[in-house]
């Protein structure tokens, strides 16, 4: 049976009580619109946790546009619904009010790794993101926390700031879950019109393509030019970025062998990220 808890209060009691009888905590922080996606993070987290919190939180902080907010698809019954299902212990579902309480001044800012890709194309988006995920570690306070590898950079900030904070939790990545045709789930392929559907999936095929190409051995530079103008003529609008980095730095390389392919390219409206491994 899952406990569906708003109050902060309460889910600090509830966390309490847990950690004086021993059992290991762990946390999903999402946005909701769940999808197998996150309940494969909270199947993960079963694996090292007696107790495991889903949270639902929207966070006004990350968003650098108003009307992306707005759009953000919140489906808040389907998601107690889809957590009963697979037994979540907690959902945990703060106010935007109690997580930014009047007065509410702070922020965590993280370098590096924060500033290129997603921390370049979004102003903002990874100091609001750290900033909640800080924030949700605090009520929480787990054992461990689970990401998901679809956000390969905001894992890596995650990592940073636990280890950069001494917040004694474990950070674990989980391996992206996609759709049949290869489109990796996400809340935001719920905005997609029917026609764009049709043309998303080419983004992970052209990138997996162009992985297989590299781990061959032929030219990254030649290669990601060709990728460029395939998913440009799928039918994609425009492209972000699809960068071969550092698996780690994220550094640009051409030849680190924990190289990955990272993109984020827009489709009738939508911007969809995507990484996939060499
Ligand atoms: P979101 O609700 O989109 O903020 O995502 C919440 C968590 O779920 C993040 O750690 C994401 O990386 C993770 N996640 C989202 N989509 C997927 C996916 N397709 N596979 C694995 N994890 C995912």
Not at 118 to 138: I, N, S
Request: aromatic share 6%; hydrophobic share 45%; with cysteine.
């Amino acid at each position: 049976m899952t406990q569906v808890i708003r109050a902060p209060a309460a889910l600090a009691d509830k966390v309490a009580g847990w950690k004086r009888s021993g059992m290991r905590v762990g946390v999903v922080p999402t946005m909701g619109a769940l999808h197998a996606g996150h309940i494969s993070l909270l199947n993960m987290a079963r694996r090292y946790c007696d107790r495991v919190i889903v949270t639902i939180f929207v966070n006004p902080l990350q968003f650098n546009q108003a009307a992306d907010l707005d759009a953000y698809p919140r489906t808040e019954v389907g998601d107690i619904a889809m957590l009963q299902a697979v037994n979540a212990d907690v959902a945990f579902i703060p106010t935007v009010a109690d997580m930014y309480p009047n007065g509410f001044d702070t922020r965590v800012s993280v370098g590096g790794v924060a500033e290129l890709m997603e921390g370049a194309h979004r102003p903002g988006h990874f100091d609001g993101m750290a900033t909640v995920v800080t924030k949700l570690l605090g009520m929480t306070q787990p054992g461990w926390a689970f990401f998901g590898e679809k956000d390969w950079q905001q894992l890596l900030i995650v990592r940073r700031l636990a280890a950069d904070l001494n917040l004694p939790v474990h950070v674990v990545g989980c391996p992206t879950v996609r759709e049949p045709d290869g489109l990796a789930m996400s809340s935001r392929n719920l905005r997609l019109s029917t026609p764009a559907r049709k043309i998303a999936p080419a983004l992970y095929q052209v990138m997996q393509q162009t992985a297989q190409a590299l781990r061959m051995g032929r030219d990254p530079v030649m290669e990601i030019a060709d990728a460029h103008a395939r998913i440009l003529a799928e039918g994609f609008s425009s492209i972000d970025y699809l960068d071969l980095c550092a698996g780690d730095t994220l550094q640009p390389t051409l030849s680190d062998p924990s190289a990955r392919l990272f993109a984020a390219a827009w489709v009738d409206g939508i911007r969809l990220i995507d990484n996939v491994a060499i």
